[in-house]
């Protein structure tokens, strides 16, 4: 990688995009990085405010450069670092708290009321050609790992804090509804950690397929009929007459989380990473009368980095099968409409410096293009 632009992708309000060449950013602290971004993942959040300018009470008010799934090198480090050096590949945990409350010393620092996160106003992304932060929030990556499948380490940390709020134990049943990228790599990461039934929910068949060829053992495509119905059905495909042990909501569609309540089994758990609308109805009856642990989930913590990254490189979780091409910089907001066209499951856009041959590169086979999902934009807890 070569190159000093600092050329940026920009969401000026709703559907207005440009690009423009922003200053490089400077160390603030003797603690921090500058990271040249190689490549970048699109993850829902980016989307819905490409889309509406907003989400909850995020809104952009101002020009806010998008992206938050990325990868890159190093290329400078402040005199404090030790841990990292120039050169060194890292994928970018895009936020980092104040380190100070009570949320960050009781080890739950995702949940400070101070984060700074990347493209979450009135904070920019990582759409850009570098990339400032702490040194202990960018993790370098192991020679097996490359910088594409680096660019997947964030929401494979989001499906990993997910299963381990859900604390998934060898020979559990776990039922993940919603097969977006992050429901599929939740089912992955079940797997791994040593579920022996993992049965993907959706109402895209295209999904289900990828899903069964991915890390599902079962598929069920959901129908039209009352959550109940549905959760007989699943609960019949899998096998599991008196429920599964687990059940994630990876959708935030209301019918799916209905149905999760009636699919887990009496004293199970059930864990929400999925965002959707704010207020639901919401079986209560059935999560009294279970005893069900219930959980939620919101981006990553203490460790959740460090793992994702340690499944990829011992080859556990293939990232690679979900990305469906590279498009260089300047095609950034083309490859926003394939996502929100639901024409790929994962698309990464190459940094501004990258040198790419053409318009895009070649990745792994390409994987199996899904329908737009109904409901929310994205099943990741990471907006």
Not at 125 to 139: E, H, K, N, Q
Not at 354 to 361: H, M, S, V
Request: hydrophobic share 45%.
């Amino acid at each position: 990688m070569a190159g000093t632009s600092n050329l940026s992708f920009i969401l000026n309000k709703p559907l207005d995009v440009e690009f423009q060449e922003r200053p490089r950013p400077t160390l603030k602290s003797p603690h921090d990085v500058i990271v040249a971004v190689n490549y970048t993942g699109i993850c829902g959040s980016d989307v819905h405010y490409w889309q509406h300018g907003a989400i909850g009470h995020y809104v952009v008010k101002d020009p806010m450069v998008l992206g938050h799934e990325s990868a890159g090198t190093v290329v400078e480090a402040g005199a404090a670092v030790t841990t990292l050096k120039v050169g060194d590949r890292v994928a970018l945990e895009p936020g980092y708290p104040c380190r100070r409350c009570r949320a960050c010393l009781g080890g739950h620092y995702n949940l400070c009321p101070d984060m700074v996160f990347a493209a979450t106003p009135p904070y920019d992304g990582t759409l850009a050609g570098f990339w400032a932060a702490p040194a202990d929030f960018c993790y370098r990556l192991p020679d097996a790992v490359s910088l594409q499948e680096g660019a997947l380490i964030e929401p494979l940390a989001v499906a990993v804090h997910i299963v381990r709020q859900a604390q998934v134990s060898p020979g559990q049943s776990v039922v993940v509804m919603g097969a977006g990228p992050v429901g599929l790599l939740v089912g992955a990461v079940a797997r791994a950690f040593g579920a022996t039934t993992v049965v993907a929910v959706d109402i895209v068949p295209s999904k289900l397929e990828f899903a069964r060829s991915f890390a599902a053992t079962h598929t069920y495509l959901s129908q039209r009929v009352a959550p109940e119905e549905n959760a007989r059905n699943i609960l019949a495909e899998a096998g599991l007459p008196a429920g599964a042990d687990v059940v994630i909501d990876a959708s935030g569609a209301e019918p799916s989380i209905q149905a999760s309540l009636h699919v887990v089994r009496v004293g199970g758990t059930y864990v929400q990473g999925g965002m959707g609308k704010p207020d639901i109805t919401f079986p209560i009856m059935a999560l009294c009368l279970k005893e069900v642990t219930a959980r939620g989930s919101f981006r990553y913590g203490s460790g959740d980095y460090k793992l994702a990254i340690d499944l990829v490189a011992a080859g556990r979780i293939d990232v690679k099968r979900l990305v469906d091409g590279v498009v260089a910089f300047k095609d950034a907001e083309e490859a926003f409409r394939k996502v929100h066209g639901g024409k790929v499951i994962k698309i990464l856009i190459a940094g501004p410096n990258e040198k790419i041959e053409g318009d895009k590169l070649d990745t792994a086979a390409p994987a199996a293009a899904p329908a737009p999902a109904e409901g929310a934009a994205e099943a990741a807890g990471c907006c």
